[in-house]
């Protein structure tokens, strides 16, 4: 599978722009954001997609010709990661439908997920989900829920040393069962970890994200709009005027830069059903990041709404 | 926690398995309506026991038609707990489908009384009255829950009739369908669809008058005495 990689790297760029920082913001220069997987050091889209719900639509050709539309969007727009499971009903199948309708896919990084508590179903589960994308390698294979994580991780390690996978992690959601996944980031030889994280819920930035650094584990953030919680709670609410500051032109950059700003993550999945909305959350590549200081300020600006 | 689709998906889904599924989705609507006409017009206790076989009969094909087809080969695609679903559907047929060969267990028939009454209309809320809210919200009538072929329309029909009976049918039959107003009222929750909480309580409220048994009251008893 081929990739578009860019030149401009932002772990990169916040190292030789901290000296460019202007009001507490770290300033890049344009191009696309990316973010390393320290494993390899391959660097790859900052904004990915996530399928949960979104892409479970099942038969329905109309809302899979809509799908098709954000996938297109995502795409023009250079986004990279696409991650499923599954766990998300007919979601793989709808993915492997799209692509296969596309004409240009290469900046995919194909991610998706093992779920089952059988330790032998795992192998038949990642040959299904092959058959859905319709791809013979997966970039990234990650033990969904830490769901017999002990089992599957020696699958995939096989999986990986037989070139059908390139990278392997776990994940939780809901900042569940974080004790269990530091343990598992600390002894299980992993490339990749996924976990929640966004501007309401933080309890990632004491210990997981600090560790994944220490680790050198590339870090993959789901929820950062909560699903669509963030939204119900800000979108009536003004946009502080200094978010143009790191050039943040609507609530969703707003949330994903964030994110993004920690110098720990590697790239984040929102979700969308929506074109336009895709490409609000795609314009989050561009830019500047906020810094430490930046980010507390955004952090304390949604609290006080 | 999160259902795995939305209520956009799910009446997509609807529409699709309707289409699919004609003529036997408005079958179930037919046969529902036959049989409330015919325990609405009355019938004498003899009859109603001889009935109440075809009707458990007919109770028990719903149930393992909405467990198979909606549950296990629709609804199995978008959600992962589609299949425990379809299991407890398949087993409250499999009841009814014990009951309707074993006659005389069962009583169809209109009680006549404030019970009767309720349970009639909590049978005609899953024949017309959730179908005909969801068209006054807007929704597409080629998407319509239906009894016979949706599980929320069914489910109400069901204790509905069960209330509306003569004499109180065994209590076991009352466990899944409530267990299905728990499932109406989380999906009501999760999806943001107020609708399916009024499902879920009409079940809940249905299930509580049809098996709690009126105490006797400390005066009735010492009269006795």
């Known amino acids: 599978m081929r990739r578009k990689t860019s030149g401009l790297t932002r772990r990169g760029l916040l190292g030789a722009a901290a000296g460019l920082a202007l009001a507490g913001t770290v300033r890049a220069a344009p191009g696309r954001l990316t973010g390393p997987i320290p494993s390899t050091g391959e660097r790859i889209p900052a904004v990915g997609m996530g399928t949960w719900i979104t892409f479970n639509v099942g038969r329905s050709e109309v809302l899979r010709r809509e799908r098709l539309e954000v996938l297109r969007a995502f795409f023009a727009a250079g986004g990279g990661m696409i991650d499923s499971s599954p766990m998300y009903g007919s979601s793989e199948e709808v993915v492997g439908w799209c692509l296969e309708r596309l004409d240009d896919t290469r900046g995919l990084i194909s991610a998706t997920k093992v779920w089952t508590p059988f330790g032998a179903h795992g192998r038949e589960q990642l040959a299904d989900s092959q058959r859905l994308w319709g791809l013979r390698t997966f970039d990234l294979v990650q033990v969904h829920n830490l769901v017999n994580w002990e089992s599957h991780l020696e699958m995939l390690a096989e999986a990986k040393r037989q070139g059908r996978v390139r990278y392997i992690g776990v994940t939780t959601s809901h900042g569940s069962r974080h004790a269990e996944l530091e343990r598992v980031m600390r002894q299980a030889p992993i490339d990749v970890v996924q976990f929640t994280y966004n501007i309401l819920d933080r309890e990632a930035e004491s210990r997981l994200l600090p560790l994944a650094a220490e680790r050198g584990l590339g870090v993959v953030v789901n929820r950062p709009f909560r699903q669509k919680a963030l939204f119900r709670l800000f979108a009536d609410k003004p946009l502080p005027p200094w978010a143009h500051e790191i050039d943040a032109g609507n609530w969703a950059q707003f949330f994903l830069k964030f994110v993004l700003g920690h110098p720990a993550v590697t790239c984040t999945i929102p979700a969308t059903t929506r074109p336009e909305h895709m490409a609000e959350n795609m314009g989050a590549l561009q830019g500047r990041l906020p810094d430490a200081d930046f980010r507390r300020r955004m952090a304390d600006y949604v609290a006080g709404l | ?225």
């Open chain 2, 1 to 225: 926690m999160e259902l795995p689709y939305s209520a956009e998906v799910y009446f997509a889904l609807l529409a699709e398995y309707n289409r699919a599924s004609f003529p036997a989705a408005v079958l179930g609507p037919a046969l529902g309506l036959a049989v409330l006409a015919w325990i609405w017009t009355g019938s004498p206790p003899g009859r109603a026991r001889r009935a109440a076989g075809g009707i458990a009969a007919l109770l028990a094909a719903a149930w393992a038609w909405v467990g198979w087809a909606h549950q296990l080969r629709y609804m199995a695609e978008l959600d992962f707990l589609a299949p425990s679903y379809g299991a407890a559907w398949l087993a409250q047929a499999a009841l009814f489908a014990l009951l309707a060969a074993r006659p005389g267990t069962l009583a169809f028939g209109f009680r006549g009384d404030l019970r009767g009454l309720a349970g009639l209309t909590v049978a005609l809320l899953g024949l017309v009255g959730y179908p005909l809210a969801l068209l006054s919200l807007g929704q597409d009538w080629r998407a319509l829950p239906l009894v016979g072929a949706a599980p929320n329309p069914t489910a109400l029909f069901t204790v509905g009739l069960l209330l509306a009976m003569r004499e109180r049918p065994p209590r076991i039959l009352f466990v899944i369908p409530l267990a299905w107003a728990v499932v109406a009222a989380t999906s009501a929750y999760l999806l943001r669809f107020p609708l399916d909480y009024a499902v879920g309580a009409a079940i809940a409220a249905a299930t509580l008058i049809g098996t709690v048994r009126p105490g006797r009251t400390p005066a009735a008893s010492d009269a006795r005495r």
